[in-house]
């Protein structure tokens, strides 16, 4: 049975949307016998160097410098001169993009060296959210030949999004390009998402047999019955991360207000949310009355959370390569969606489509009022249909683990 490596930004505790990803296709391979080893980074909830999780080796090392400042207990003005600091450095770092910390990668690469020997790695899976990761990859096939590399873009490398705005987006676009090329031509597979298969078309037709394009693997039922008891307030639930740039729930609020006037109703928010957008949301009137701000919860917590949930929000990009992977945590507890999308390519918009208990609205301010009465309506439909889980797992299947499983035995 193959020893694999996974080489990510963030892992459990408290991972990042990739990370759980990552996480999802790590228990299933656990379960099918295979021996797996993770390297990531530090965070706030786990610092220590090496932990076993749920029968996986969980290495650790240090984060980039600006998360270890902000996630520090040094006082809040040094705090606030350092990270000034930090975004003055990205001037520097410019030649370097898109990596943002090549101290970062050095600290992978070498505990990299030492876990592949340690744990007898056979095949390395170098994960792109973050240039460090990938890259630390790549240079482990260099030093151990014999070993197989897949690096694996859960985000797009030249289409996604640039992390440093000093970087002018054609600069940017040029240096992820040339990144791309040196991630096929290195590795063994290179498995992006089916959703950046845009950005490759035509690009790389010399080394086609390396591309296998793949689906978010977050797709996991986990046996839990999310049935809710019908009640006279409809609970609007959010769980994830919001911003202005991804999962900006500004427009939502508008129609929130509508339905109020003829349904009791919440609004409840579960995971981090930017301070601006706090601020937006207070400035409505409805704070701590009918939208209720709850924080980070554990994964048992959010159990709970969606089983007490009438509907799960979700809430587009503006990026077309962007898919907000919650959409198959909703999709699996078999419970209504609403999701709205701002621009006409939004990837998760062809997903939610596909999904029975789906009401996919795009924002547009002069439909407010009509979309109101039409969420109230589809919900009232809604009730009278059950949706049969085996159905969803065969049309969603390329977004369970097994995938991404396959591709690894196929090598």
């Known amino acids: 049975m193959k020893n694999v490596l996974f080489i990510t930004e963030s892992y459990s505790v408290a991972p990042s949307p990739n990370g759980a990803c990552v996480k999802n296709i790590v228990d299933e391979m656990i379960r099918e016998g295979f021996n797996v080893s993770v390297l990531t980074l530090k965070n706030q909830y786990a610092k220590e160097s090496f932990s076993n999780i749920d029968g996986v080796k969980v290495y650790r090392?240090?984060?980039?410098?600006?998360?270890?400042?902000?996630?520090?207990?040094?006082?809040?003005?040094?705090?606030?001169?350092?990270?000034?600091?930090?975004?003055?450095?990205?001037?520097?770092?410019?030649?370097?993009?898109?990596?943002?910390?090549?101290?970062?990668?050095?600290?992978?690469?070498?505990?990299?060296?030492?876990?592949?020997?340690?744990?007898?790695?056979?095949?390395?899976?170098?994960?792109?959210?973050?240039?460090?990761?990938?890259?630390?990859?790549?240079?482990?096939?260099?030093?151990?030949?014999?070993?197989?590399?897949?690096?694996?873009?859960?985000?797009?490398?030249?289409?996604?999004?640039?992390?440093?705005?000093?970087?002018?987006?054609?600069?940017?676009?040029?240096?992820?390009?040339?990144?791309?090329?040196?991630?096929?031509?290195?590795?063994?597979?290179?498995?992006?998402?089916?959703?950046?298969?845009?950005?490759?078309?035509?690009?790389?037709?010399?080394?086609?047999?390396?591309?296998?394009?793949?689906?978010?693997?977050?797709?996991?039922?986990?046996?839990?019955?999310?049935?809710?008891?019908?009640?006279?307030?409809?609970?609007?639930?959010?769980?994830?991360?919001?911003?202005?740039?991804?999962?900006?729930?500004?427009?939502?609020?508008?129609?929130?207000?509508?339905?109020?006037?003829?349904?009791?109703?919440?609004?409840?928010?579960?995971?981090?949310?930017?301070?601006?957008?706090?601020?937006?949301?207070?400035?409505?009137?409805?704070?701590?009355?009918?939208?209720?701000?709850?924080?980070?919860?554990?994964?048992?917590?959010?159990i709970s959370v969606r089983k007490n949930a009438d509907v799960l929000l979700t809430f587009g990009n503006n990026h077309p390569c962007g898919i907000p992977c919650k959409i198959f945590e909703y999709i699996s507890a078999l419970k209504p969606i609403l999701a709205f999308y701002k621009i006409d390519d939004d990837a998760g918009k062809a997903y939610l489509e596909k999904y029975q208990k789906a009401i996919v609205l795009k924002e547009n301010d002069a439909m407010v009022e009509e979309y109101a009465g039409k969420i109230i309506e589809k919900l009232s439909d809604f009730s009278k249909i059950s949706i049969d889980r085996d159905l969803v797992k065969e049309t969603f299947y390329e977004n369970t683990p097994r995938q991404f499983i396959e591709t690894l035995k196929s090598i």
């Open 61 to 302: 090392v240090k984060t980039y410098p600006e998360y270890n400042i902000y996630y520090s207990k040094t006082p809040k003005l040094l705090k606030s001169i350092f990270i000034r600091l930090l975004k003055a450095l990205k001037i520097i770092l410019i030649p370097f993009h898109p990596i943002t910390s090549p101290a970062t990668l050095k600290r992978l690469y070498k505990k990299g060296k030492e876990v592949v020997i340690k744990d007898s790695i056979d095949t390395i899976v170098s994960v792109y959210r973050d240039a460090e990761t990938a890259i630390a990859g790549v240079k482990l096939k260099r030093k151990f030949k014999d070993k197989k590399l897949v690096v694996y873009t859960l985000d797009a490398v030249s289409g996604g999004v640039c992390s440093n705005k000093l970087v002018p987006m054609k600069k940017h676009v040029k240096k992820c390009r040339k990144l791309e090329e040196k991630f096929i031509k290195e590795c063994d597979v290179y498995v992006p998402m089916q959703s950046h298969i845009g950005v490759y078309e035509n690009r790389f037709s010399n080394y086609e047999g390396k591309i296998k394009y793949h689906d978010i693997p977050n797709l996991i039922f986990d046996g839990v019955d999310y049935a809710k008891e019908s009640d006279v307030s409809l609970n609007f639930t959010f769980t994830g991360m919001m911003s202005e740039t991804n999962a900006d729930c500004s427009f939502f609020l508008k129609v929130f207000k509508e339905i109020l006037k003829v349904k009791d109703a919440t609004f409840n928010v579960y995971g981090g949310i930017t301070e601006s957008l706090l601020g937006e949301i207070k400035k409505t009137g409805l704070f701590d009355k009918n939208v209720f701000y709850h924080g980070r919860v554990d994964k048992n917590e959010l």
